[in-house]
């Protein structure tokens, strides 16, 4: 294995028997160096890097350099981590993601795993708060989550739950986690424990990484929890004081890389989990308690398309994909508008069956296409306002709403009901953020 | 003019001579109401809807009633609202919107007019501040705003500089305002002074108006700013305490309805306008200075796309769209990513010319596409990643660069480059803004 390298470099290594991991020296002019050979992503052809045995890497020119094998990479870890079939209090279903990423400082490799073994290895604490069964579902960067993985997922979530678990633990990459995180809420009807998705914004080989405490907390969550929904938690400030359970049809990435990424848009999170002391305080009273049995059905039709309208906006890239589309929610402007051209547009496409719903990508607030006439016009032309709904959640209900009904009027009724709170029509003062300027 | 009436109704109103506006009487039963006929919006065709004199809207079934047509509405005011041709220390360009919406009470019409005489008339302390030219440009609500359009406002803000203004208001609505200010930022290499634009998200006639108020700040900061950037400029805070100038490339509307709905996102706004003292505090010291001459370059071209990231996006999508475009802004997840599936579309594209840049929809923070595997192959199919920049700001700008240069290096040079403050590489703490839950 070669990660990386590439032309010359890549066949000389391959000549030599050098693979990632491998122990190399590297001598050049007056330079000596020995360490591991790690993967290369220099846009040079010619960098070979190397991570010394002070833990820093180096990246040098190869040319004109000396290199030579001392030690082949210590053998691969055989053990398969596989689920131990306890009847655990609490189940971790792992997907992949940064929170489950192992940095191996042999190879600098990033290796997905999460063994019942591995975890309690990695927070030896967890087995105080809780009985733990762990299972590697996938091991997926969620970039590249897809409609069929959730369904695989709801059903792995059923699974746990019927037998006996208080509560399921996901842990997921950050990247797609709300979208994941409202395809499981469409799912159920009924659970008999919360299911809890956990990520983390920095891998656990950095100092400041929140997977310790954002796995300690979801595990003390699913455990406690008087509710039975499906909640994102993360960090509640970037600071480690405590961490947050926000509705996953209501909660949405907000930052790049800050660890309290994840934000409650136009609703109050669920709880927060106060991980110093093992508690959970509630946030909100009108949760969903835990039921008597798990009522999945997890069905999605893909066939949808996000539109984000912006000025400019060709009307004929709407008929260019008409083809591909059963469904589409509008990411339109302010209250939910979209230029006037694209009336003909929608009406067309309403009356050829293809549903078409609004949201706002101003993201906070509600759409009301009641108050000027372009919003009229969308609204004679069959597209439907959703609320204060998200565009990313309205998707993935559209992809599910859409495998459970007929015609686009069964569509539309199953968009307008509010199946599992993503929407909500309180909304005050305190839901919009506070930006300080001074 | 019969405005929302179909079907029969509106045939029997027409027969008889009755307009929006006109006063009428109507007979049904017991009742009787007399009152302005108002444009109806109901889906039931059968319904007349009535402003009484006490104020109050009221909706009555047609069937059965007796209608009678009391006055024809009153004559239309024929004052042509123009420009006054007098060198105004400040120029205010109406391009339409709410802020510049007149409600008639007459007839309930919404009519977009801001010549000189009726800002005077609607804000007469205005004149103690400044010396006013004010010019309708155009009358559209900001949806149906285009790319032709800014390029309009950018040669009417050249010429008012030009003549001598000390700073340019551009009245705009606020669903695409954002979208406007970076077109007019990335017009101008140099500006003599600032242009403001300025909204209102709750019309004149309505309490919670915040349009006279953000009218008479933008004036303020026209006339005082020691910057000649192009800045948005909206109340600071849901009361009525100060108004803020946002830099225009670095706004977002952030809530459909909140006087405060335009926030900065990844920068420090440039001042305060503290209103009632007739004050511009700035919140920052590294403002581009007023300039010796407006040098202004404004060409777009529209053929560009914004691609919203989801699980589950078919690249048959794009695939399909891609003869209708020069050059693409993804709004990827997280760090900058989309599903590994789409390297090779991305790669399709760049080979054939067509630009596609990263940004993120997390909208905080900025892309980093070396952190992962996705983004490095990404980074290698030759998507730019586009830092911190806001999806919509790198579209327009990408409209910019589009008209600016032969081919896809071209325009990655031009994206690449910081022209106005698009790029913030500063980011601390206090940019994020904090969510409260207790």
């Given amino acids: 294995m070669l990660e990386g390298y590439r032309g010359k470099l890549a066949s000389f290594l391959a000549s030599k028997g050098i693979e990632i991991g491998d122990r190399i020296r590297i001598k050049k002019d007056s330079l000596e160096v020995e360490g591991i050979l790690f993967p290369s992503f220099s846009r040079d052809e010619d960098i070979i890097v190397v991570k010394m045995d002070n833990g820093y890497n180096v990246g040098l020119k190869a040319t004109g350099a000396d290199l030579s094998l001392l030690s082949k990479r210590k053998a691969e870890d055989t053990r398969k981590p596989q689920s131990t ?100 809420a469409f799912s159920f009807s009924e659970m008999t424990g919360p299911v809890v998705l956990v990520g983390s914004q920095r891998s656990s080989d950095r100092p400041s990484s929140d997977s310790s405490i954002n796995l300690y907390s979801s595990v003390i969550l699913a455990k406690e929890s008087p509710f039975a929904e499906v909640a994102v938690l993360m960090h509640g400030e970037s600071s480690d004081t405590y961490t947050i359970a926000h509705r996953g049809v209501k909660v949405r990435k907000m930052h790049t890389s800050r660890r309290d990424a994840f934000q409650s848009i136009n609703d109050v999170p669920l709880a927060k989990v106060m991980w110093t002391e093992n508690t959970v305080k509630m946030l909100r009273k009108d949760f969903v308690p835990r039921g008597k049995e798990n009522r999945m059905d997890s069905k999605f039709d893909p066939r949808v398309f996000l539109l984000y309208y912006y000025p400019g906006m060709n009307p004929l890239i709407l008929e260019a994909i008409k083809d591909k589309t059963r469904g589409i929610v509008l990411a339109g402007t302010g209250l939910g508008h979209t230029s006037e051209e694209f009336e003909t547009v ?77 929407f909500n029509d309180r909304h005050n003062e305190q839901l919009f953020p506070r930006w300080y300027y001074e």
Wanted: with cysteine; hydrophobic share 40%.
């Fill in 85 to 184: 079939g306890s009847k655990g209090e609490v189940k971790i279903i792992s997907t992949g993601g940064t929170i489950v990423s192992k940095v191996e400082y042999e190879t600098g490799a990033v290796r997905p795993a999460l063994s019942t073994d591995e975890i309690l290895e990695y927070l030896p604490q967890i087995k105080d708060i809780a009985d733990i069964d762990a299972e590697i579902l996938f091991t997926i960067l969620s970039e590249n989550m897809k409609p069929d993985y959730w369904t695989k997922i709801a059903e792995k979530v059923k699974e746990s739950l019927d037998k006996g678990a208080r509560g399921v633990v996901i842990a997921h990459g950050t990247d797609t986690m709300s979208y994941t995180a409202s395809a499981i």
């Fill in 346 to 422: 929608f009406r067309e496409f309403t009356k050829d069956g293809i549903f078409v719903g609004m949201t706002s990508q101003c993201l906070f607030g509600r759409v009301n296409m009641n108050v000027y006439t372009t919003g009229r016009k969308l609204l004679e032309a069959g597209v439907v306002p959703l609320g204060d709904m998200l565009p990313e959640t309205a998707l993935v209900k559209l992809m599910w709403s859409l495998a459970h009904a007929d015609d686009v009027e069964g569509v539309k009724k199953l968009m307008l009901t509010n199946m599992v709170g993503e």
